[in-house]
């Protein structure tokens, strides 16, 4: 079974600065907009396909806590959540903390 700590990080975007274009740059990749500020990050799909992972060696009903975009991320795997523009007003619209429910 996974554990939290096997999960290596919310989204892997190695290297990212944390500077006055971190918002734009996060939101570019939520949108499905990466560009070369992206270079080595996985892609929503691959990050919602290791959270969904993560999800499916967790028995029975459980809490997440995550940062939004691997949530928007997978989110918008499942069809819960539009890509593209809804997709950006979903994660900017979370609050910090903020609670979603839903089925895994």
Same mark, same amino acid.
């Given at each position: 079974?996974? *554990? &939290? ?10 290297? #990212?600065? &944390? /500077?006055?274009d971190?918002?734009?740059? *996060? +939101?570019?990749?939520?949108?499905? *907009?990466?560009d070369?500020? @992206?270079?080595? %990050? #996985? =892609?929503? #799909?691959?990050a919602?396909a290791? &959270?969904?992972?993560g +999800?499916d /060696?967790?028995?029975?009903e459980?809490?997440?806590?995550? @940062?939004?975009?691997?949530? =928007?991320? %997978? ?5 819960v959540?539009?890509?593209? =523009?809804?997709a950006?007003? &979903? %994660? !900017?619209? +979370?609050?910090f903390?903020?609670?979603? =429910? !839903? /089925?895994?």
């Amino acid at each position: 079974m996974r *554990r &939290f700590y096997d999960i290596p990080s919310e989204v892997v975007r190695p290297g #990212e600065p &944390f /500077d006055d274009d971190h918002r734009a740059r *996060r +939101l570019a990749w939520v949108i499905g *907009r990466p560009d070369g500020r @992206h270079r080595g %990050w #996985e =892609t929503p #799909e691959q990050a919602a396909a290791r &959270f969904q992972a993560g +999800l499916d /060696d967790l028995p029975g009903e459980v809490v997440v806590a995550t @940062h939004g975009m691997v949530l =928007t991320a %997978w989110l918008v795997a499942r069809g819960v959540v539009a890509a593209g =523009t809804e997709a950006g007003s &979903f %994660w !900017t619209g +979370l609050a910090f903390p903020d609670v979603v =429910t !839903t /089925d895994r």
